[in-house]
């Protein structure tokens, strides 16, 4: 992926949503939204 893509992520589980925008904050990438759906969570991501 080119930097500036835009990467949307469908994350399962409590204990994932919890490590996994921290792991992508710390690899440089943005965080541009979080949005709980059902069981589920969308994350969108921008690369960096």
């Given at each position: ?7 949307v992520i469908i994350i ?28 589920s969570y969308v994350v969108?991501?921008r690369k960096r």
């Amino acid at each position: 992926m080119e930097t500036g893509s835009i990467l949307v992520i469908i994350i399962d589980g409590e204990e994932s949503i919890k490590s996994v925008p921290q792991s992508l904050r710390d690899d440089g990438h943005e965080i541009i939204d979080i949005q709980e759906e059902d069981s589920s969570y969308v994350v969108v991501v921008r690369k960096r």
